[in-house]
């Protein structure tokens, strides 16, 4: 749990944290009795909302373009945190959860969801299947979630009644706010619906709420689909010759839509937007047969911080992080010499690494311009950190630094979400993309831990899926690191290995 202040903390939480010893028991006395009263004290349900300006250009004069940073105190997320351990033991004990949700669930990110969704797409285009893919945008999600709605739904599918339902009611019921911004305070105000934002609970909470969506979709096998959070993203695949079964999607959305009417959630019609990977003179086709639901497609979507293109070459998302990286790379450049080589690195590695490392593992098998690009990042941030010429070779630079290259820190990503998977420690949805190699003649690739290698087509389409890649990449790894006890392990000599490969002695 961050250590996140707010205004209206008595005690800051490293001072709080730094007491436990002293105050651990008088903090065990209100848990505990909050717990057996099923009752939240009125000074934890007070957030205090910051405005924030969405970007520095926009009119500040404008509401809608400054996002609200709620924050509680402290001490209320102590005792939300202990109250979302049971919580989540109960939801899995009961099994109830949404495979296909990965929005703050442990080993589940951003990545794992675009790697399970993009290498669907890619397996589908390696069939010589067209795709339709819908992102959905709902308006202030987690504002209009209605309470009496939440907590029946709570008492029907997961069971929960008594002093824990009135623990949550109490929770979610005469919450107030108060905004800050400078020196001005505004009087305190109720909030009637919505759970907590910048609460520990809420998300959990939101995500149960959405849950029903789930078994809306399933009812439609043609259709897949992934949440994060509440971004919500359907996408279909077909034969070039099936456009009729593109009713079935237009249906999905209809009855979806519904769903988000009757339980106070609002599609934003104008901000939904629509992905068509399929071969240009299909595509006028396809927008006709889903226009009645769909907006006009995109030439690309911005899907969870990755762009996502028809050809999904992911081209353009590379062009966007180059265009982020050397921007950052220029401004940093500007404050060199006041900061020590330690500092600089750090700065680096916050602002430009970050944007080369996001969804890497979605990278293999890009185009060598699209690769260039992005180690040509790489090696002006490393110029610039060590004050080397243009000139110079990169090589030897890159190696002192101990940089892994682009390309291998892609595949290093890839091998990490492999390992998670068959440990048990990424989500189902990618673990169940590989399979065990297994032969007639032999147990030694089992005993070795081989995957099988699924046939492909296309080099620039299922070779570059995860369920291909991955044990491609795994397989060619020394059998002792395939068989690394743990993670940290794994990923130690997983690193020495490619730095190896990278920079042969």
Known sequence: MKLSSCSSDILTPSVLVGSLASISPSLLTIINSSLSQGCVPSYFKNAV??????????????????????????????????????????FS????????????????STETALVRVHNDLLMAADAGKCSVMVLLDLSAAFDTVHHNVLLNRLKALAGISGSALDWLSSYLTN???????????????????????????????????????????????????????????????????????????????TQISNWLSSNFLVLNANKTETLIAAPPELQPKIEQEIASFCPSAKANIRNLGVIFDPALSLDSHVKTIS????????????????????????????????????CNALFTGLSKTSLSRLQAIQNAAARLLTKSSRRAHI????????????????????????????????????????????????LRSTSENLLAVPRTRLKTKGDRAFQTIAPRLWNSLPSNLRLSNTVEVFKNHLKTHLFIQAFPP
């Open 395 to 442: 090589t030897p630079v890159l190696q002192s630094l101990h940089w892994l290259p682009v390309e291998y820190r892609i595949q290093f990503k890839v091998l990490v979400l492999t390992y998670r998977a068959l440990n048990n420690q990424a989500p189902s949805y990618l673990s169940e993309l590989l399979s065990p190699h297994t032969t007639s003649r032999n």
């Open 49 to 90: 909302v910051t405005p924030l300006l969405k970007k520095p250009n926009l009119d500040a004069s404008s509401t809608s373009n400054f996002r609200p940073i709620s924050k509680l105190p402290f001490i209320s997320k102590v005792l939300e945190k202990v109250v979302e351990t049971q919580l989540r033991s109960w």
């Open 175 to 253: 919450r107030t706010f108060t905004v800050k911004s400078e020196t001005f305070s505004s009087d305190t105000a109720s909030l009637t619906c919505g759970v907590p934002q910048g609460s520990v609970l809420g998300p959990l909470l939101f995500a149960f709420y959405i849950l029903p969506l789930a078994g809306i979709i399933q009812s439609f096998p043609d259709i897949s689909y992934h949440i994060y959070a509440d971004d919500i993203q359907l996408y279909m695949s077909f034969m070039p010759h099936q456009l009729d079964r593109l009713a079935t999607l237009v249906l999905c959305l």
């Open 323 to 358: 265009r982020s990286c050397f921007f950052q790379l220029r401004n940093i450049s500007k404050v060199r010499k006041l900061v020590s080589t330690a500092d600089l690195e750090k700065i680096i590695h916050a602002f430009v690494s970050s944007r080369l490392d996001y």
């Open 93 to 108: 004990k009961s099994k109830i959860s949404d495979p296909f949700q990965s929005g703050f669930l442990k080993q589940h």
